[in-house]
Structure formats: structure tokens, C-alpha cells
């Protein structure tokens, strides 16, 4: 017997954001599906179902799941409840502007949602489709535009936006702070969990929803140079997406003390963006020796030397690092309150970040999708479309009844 109606974290649709050190990923299917594969998976949903004991709850975590596949397409869901409105605001003063989604029925929950990285930002079509399912399930959806998200850098400073846009979000809803959550796609989830710590978030964020995150910066570093990573002390071997240690490295520049040496850095990195094996002889020969440390440490593949390359960088980029990695705060006080989705086949940031981050916070909700990617999420089987399935339940789980 199949019962889908266990508790576990969110889908990780993608919409539009890449890991926290990743370039922006071709727009593609959501949620690992295309339509003509997700009828077959139907019908094998449907089979389940009759043979089992599949729940209403997760018949509408289906239908929600199609909604985002479809993204702007025709769906059974849009058919059926009101569309919502998107309107533009400003949360804070000097802040950036922000989408608010009101579903027009009743509001079951708030989310903030954080998109990784895309120079669209807000407005990324990705971002939207998803914004719009989200708000067809009842969601009040305020998507900040970051400035950090738009310039693919990891700007610590936005985990106050984000803070603040779930204060606003509260205000406005003049909903608990159990009823208000932070859905943060790759490297903005470490940026949403420190928003809880700020004092607006305290008070305003109940709830997590981490997708593709990362729990030690230098676990990360050794993954996106070296494609080693530890799974039960062992080393695995994957294939990182090429385009990660030079986002990484933009991310980083800034802290370096020499503007010579940062506009360099800059330079490579976008060279190195936009095409991994271009050539950067000319601007590494110009490199002073803080600079030529950050470069050293990327272009490293061996594993067993990540530690003491991180040793020798500059005192300026160990603190940016360090104060973005998850392991170095007490996360004690999230408890019950982390949902955490990965794919196993996840190219940006290794599954066992997440499982790292889920062992470090006691009742969190992890699950690992089989087949699936952030960054290209084509190659998921049907195991983990169910196990999106479940995903969606959980977050769905988090909204209050509606009205008789």
C-alpha cells in the first residue's frame, strides 16, 4: 500500500534561480517535468492512488504541482480558483521594489519568496509563474527584488531585506508569525535563515522552506573546484557545474583591499561566466598577492589542499565567508521550523549540505529528491515526482484551514 501523505519539505521548482555560487540556469521544464512526460506520471499517480490510499491533501499538492509545471499555460488549477493580482510596493524605505501576490481567496499563509541567482530579478518570468502558483493555493507571496540576486553576488546585507519583507508581509496579512514563511531557492537560503536572527525576523518569519542550500561554505568551495564531496566519510566525485567558482568568486572580490586587484578578479570572473575555458592569462599576470591567493584556491583540484588554500586568503574574504556559512551560528532556534529539499543529482551544491544542515537543526523536515537538479531539473523518474508530491503536502500543511 502507497500512502502519499507523509510530511516532507517543499518542491523546488526552480523558478528562475541558481545555487548560491551558480549562473542562471536555461529556462526549461519546472519541477523536473515537461507536460507530454507529467500525463504519463498522471496516470501512474492515478493507478497508485486506486489501488492505495492516496489523501485529498495530496491530491492537491497534484494539482498544485501541475500549476507550476504549466507555468503560464493551461492548468486545472487555474481553471478553478481565482487568478491572482500581482501589484508592485515598497516595503521599506530605501529598499528595492517588491511583487506582491494577493490570491484573492482566503489567505492561508504568507511567503516570502527568495530566488537565487537571475538578472531579472523579481521579474524573471520563472520567478513569476511560480509567484502566481503559489498564490493560487492561497498564499500571500511577496517577492523582493534583492539586489545581490540581480548582480550574482552573495551580499549578506540582503538577509535584512528579507527580513524586513516578512515583516511587512505580516503587518499587511496581520497574520501570526507561525503563519509567515521564507522560501529561499539556493544560496539565499543560508541569507533567509540569517534573517531570523535579525530582530524583525524574530518576530516575523515562522518557518524555513530551504531549497538547494548549502550548511559550510568551504564544503561548498571544495565541491564547485575539485567535484569531491564527503557522503558518510568517504570522498564522492560529481561534476560541478563549471560556471560555480567563478560566481563564487565575483561574490568575493569586493572584500579584497586593492581596487586593481578587484576589477581583475571581476574581469576574470565574467570571462569566465560566460565561457569556462576562455582565457585569463592576461588579467591572472596583473594579480597581486591577496588576489592571486582567492585565484589559487579556485583553480585548485585537489581536495585535501581546500583548507589550507582558505588559510592563506585574505583576513577580509575568510570573515565573508565565514560569516555566510551556516555552521558558525547557533540555529538552535529553528527547531521545527526548517524544511529542507535537495536533489541528490544536484551539480552546484552537494545533497549532504542539506543533510548537514538538517543534523545541526533538531525536527527539521528533509527529504532528497531521486533524479533531481536545481539548476536542470529534467531527469526526475517518477520516485521523485511522488516525492515532490509529498514537497508541496508539507508546505501546503503550513496554511490555515479555509473558512466554511
Same mark, same amino acid.
Given at each position: 500500500?502507497?500512502?502519499?501523505?507523509?510530511?516532507?519539505?517543499?518542491?523546488?521548482?526552480?523558478?528562475?534561480?541558481?545555487?548560491?555560487?551558480?549562473?542562471?540556469?536555461?529556462?526549461?521544464?519546472?519541477?523536473?517535468?515537461?507536460?507530454?512526460?507529467?500525463?504519463?506520471?498522471?496516470?501512474?499517480?492515478?493507478?497508485?492512488?486506486?489501488?492505495?490510499?492516496?489523501?485529498?491533501?495530496?491530491?492537491?499538492?497534484?494539482?498544485?504541482?501541475?500549476?507550476?509545471?504549466?507555468?503560464?499555460?493551461?492548468?486545472?488549477?487555474?481553471?478553478?480558483?481565482?487568478?491572482?493580482?500581482?501589484?508592485?510596493?515598497?516595503?521599506?524605505?530605501?529598499?528595492?521594489?517588491?511583487?506582491?501576490?494577493?490570491?484573492?481567496?482566503?489567505?492561508?499563509?504568507?511567503?516570502?519568496?527568495?530566488?537565487?541567482?537571475?538578472?531579472?530579478?523579481?521579474?524573471?518570468?520563472?520567478?513569476?509563474?511560480?509567484?502566481?502558483?503559489?498564490?493560487?493555493?492561497?498564499?500571500?507571496?511577496?517577492?523582493?527584488?534583492?539586489?545581490?540576486?540581480?548582480?550574482?553576488?552573495?551580499?549578506?546585507? &540582503?538577509? +535584512? /531585506?528579507?527580513?524586513?519583507? $516578512?515583516?511587512?508581509? !505580516?503587518?499587511?496579512?496581520?497574520? =501570526?508569525?507561525?503563519? @509567515? %514563511?521564507?522560501?529561499?531557492?539556493?544560496?539565499?537560503?543560508?541569507?533567509?535563515?540569517?534573517?531570523?536572527?535579525?530582530?524583525?525576523?524574530?518576530?516575523?518569519?515562522?518557518?524555513?522552506?530551504?531549497?538547494?542550500?548549502?550548511?559550510?561554505?568551504?564544503?561548498?568551495?571544495?565541491?564547485?573546484?575539485?567535484?569531491?564531496?564527503?557522503?558518510?566519510?568517504?570522498?564522492?566525485?560529481?561534476?560541478?557545474?563549471?560556471?560555480?567558482?567563478?560566481?563564487?568568486?565575483?561574490?568575493?572580490?569586493?572584500?579584497?583591499? &586593492?581596487? +586593481? /586587484?578587484?576589477?581583475?578578479? $571581476?574581469?576574470?570572473? !565574467?570571462?569566465?561566466?560566460?565561457? =569556462?575555458?576562455?582565457? @585569463? %592569462?592576461?588579467?591572472?599576470?596583473?594579480?597581486?598577492?591577496?588576489?592571486?591567493?582567492?585565484?589559487?584556491?579556485?583553480?585548485?583540484?585537489?581536495?585535501?589542499?581546500?583548507?589550507?588554500?582558505?588559510?592563506?586568503?585574505?583576513?577580509?574574504?575568510?570573515?565573508?565567508?565565514?560569516?555566510?556559512?551556516?555552521?558558525?551560528?547557533?540555529?538552535?532556534?529553528?527547531?521545527?521550523?526548517?524544511?529542507?529539499?535537495?536533489?541528490?543529482?544536484?551539480?552546484?551544491?552537494?545533497?549532504?549540505?542539506?543533510?548537514?544542515?538538517?543534523?545541526?537543526?533538531?525536527?527539521?523536515?528533509?527529504?532528497?529528491?531521486?533524479?533531481?537538479?536545481?539548476?536542470?531539473?529534467?531527469?526526475? %523518474?517518477?520516485?521523485?515526482?511522488?516525492?515532490?508530491?509529498?514537497?508541496?503536502?508539507?508546505?501546503?500543511?503550513?496554511?490555515?484551514?479555509?473558512?466554511?
Amino acid at each position: 500500500m502507497i500512502c502519499i501523505n507523509g510530511q516532507v519539505g517543499f518542491l523546488s521548482s526552480k523558478s528562475g534561480a541558481a545555487g548560491p555560487f551558480a549562473a542562471p540556469r536555461r529556462r526549461g521544464k519546472i519541477g523536473g517535468m515537461n507536460p507530454r512526460r507529467f500525463g504519463k506520471w498522471a496516470v501512474a499517480f492515478l493507478a497508485l492512488g486506486v489501488a492505495s490510499c492516496v489523501s485529498a491533501q495530496s491530491w492537491e499538492a497534484v494539482r498544485l504541482l501541475r500549476d507550476i509545471d504549466a507555468r503560464g499555460g493551461p492548468s486545472e488549477l487555474k481553471k478553478t480558483v481565482p487568478a491572482p493580482t500581482r501589484t508592485t510596493i515598497a516595503y521599506r524605505a530605501g529598499a528595492g521594489a517588491a511583487d506582491l501576490y494577493r490570491p484573492n481567496q482566503p489567505v492561508g499563509a504568507g511567503l516570502v519568496l527568495v530566488p537565487g541567482f537571475t538578472p531579472q530579478g523579481k521579474d524573471d518570468p520563472r520567478v513569476v509563474d511560480l509567484a502566481m502558483s503559489l498564490a493560487r493555493a492561497r498564499f500571500l507571496v511577496l517577492v523582493p527584488d534583492l539586489k545581490g540576486s540581480r548582480e550574482m553576488r552573495v551580499r549578506i546585507e &540582503d538577509s +535584512r /531585506d528579507i527580513a524586513d519583507a $516578512a515583516s511587512y508581509l !505580516a503587518k499587511t496579512a496581520a497574520l =501570526p508569525r507561525r503563519d @509567515i %514563511g521564507v522560501v529561499a531557492i539556493s544560496y539565499a537560503v543560508a541569507l533567509a535563515v540569517l534573517a531570523t536572527m535579525r530582530p524583525q525576523g524574530k518576530r516575523s518569519i515562522g518557518f524555513v522552506v530551504g531549497i538547494g542550500g548549502y550548511y559550510d561554505v568551504a564544503t561548498v568551495v571544495t565541491f564547485i573546484t575539485t567535484g569531491r564531496y564527503r557522503e558518510a566519510g568517504a570522498w564522492r566525485t560529481a561534476r560541478p557545474l563549471p560556471a560555480a567558482k567563478w560566481i563564487f568568486l565575483a561574490s568575493n572580490v569586493d572584500a579584497l583591499a &586593492d581596487p +586593481r /586587484d578587484r576589477k581583475a578578479l $571581476a574581469a576574470i570572473a !565574467a570571462r569566465r561566466i560566460r565561457d =569556462p575555458d576562455a582565457s @585569463i %592569462g592576461d588579467l591572472a599576470t596583473t594579480l597581486g598577492p591577496e588576489a592571486r591567493s582567492l585565484l589559487d584556491l579556485l583553480t585548485n583540484t585537489d581536495p585535501d589542499r581546500v583548507e589550507a588554500l582558505i588559510a592563506k586568503l585574505p583576513a577580509p574574504v575568510r570573515r565573508h565567508m565565514e560569516s555566510l556559512s551556516l555552521r558558525n551560528y547557533d540555529l538552535s532556534d529553528l527547531a521545527g521550523r526548517l524544511i529542507l529539499i535537495h536533489g541528490r543529482a544536484d551539480p552546484m551544491i552537494p545533497y549532504t549540505q542539506s543533510v548537514a544542515l538538517a543534523a545541526a537543526v533538531p525536527g527539521t523536515q528533509l527529504f532528497l529528491i531521486d533524479g533531481f537538479s536545481h539548476i536542470d531539473p529534467r531527469n526526475v %523518474g517518477l520516485i521523485g515526482q511522488l516525492q515532490l508530491v509529498d514537497a508541496i503536502q508539507a508546505v501546503l500543511e503550513r496554511r490555515r484551514a479555509p473558512p466554511p
